[in-house]
């Protein structure tokens, strides 16, 4: 099925979209460091560029769209250009799971936030986001005190 706007048109509207910077990652990211925890955002030397890592506790973030990383509650494939959607999507999906199972055969937390969660219930998901490298921090913590004289 063909385009319903015009290939320049289509184009200006695909490179206003942003990978990183989204409204997404800065509101969690601002709240975070209120928080007083540190981090490196798009870390293009981490496998997969976590939106946020904090290496010092192996914790890597994932901020997922619903429409890019197809969401099961939210994501519908557009009826235009249906296959080449439809194996986009799937290609993403594919390299969330490799990317989340990379990390976890290496020993880091892996968070992945779906954007209807942070929309939802703002404070739930920094709360659990917050948690998780609580865990990760102790866990450093007493790995450390293990390997001491």
Request: hydrophobic fraction near 35%; include cysteine.
């Amino acid at each position: 099925m063909a385009d319903k706007i015009s290939k320049e048109a289509r184009s200006k509207n695909m490179s206003a979209i942003r990978s990183k910077g989204t409204q997404l990652e800065d509101r969690v990211s601002k709240e975070l460091w209120r928080r007083g925890y540190r981090f490196r955002k798009n870390v293009k030397a981490l496998f997969g560029k976590p939106d946020i890592a904090i290496k010092k506790f192996k914790v890597v973030i994932f901020l997922d769209s619903c429409f890019w990383h197809g969401c099961d509650i939210h994501y519908r494939i557009p009826k235009s250009n249906y296959d080449y959607w439809f194996n986009k999507i799937e290609r993403n999906r594919a390299r969330d799971k490799e990317v989340t199972l990379y990390y976890q055969q290496h020993g880091w937390a892996v968070i992945r936030i779906w954007d209807h969660e942070v929309k939802e219930d703002f404070d739930t998901v920094v709360n659990r986001i917050e948690q998780a490298i609580q865990a990760r921090r102790l866990d450093v913590r007493d790995h450390n005190h293990d390997h001491k004289p």
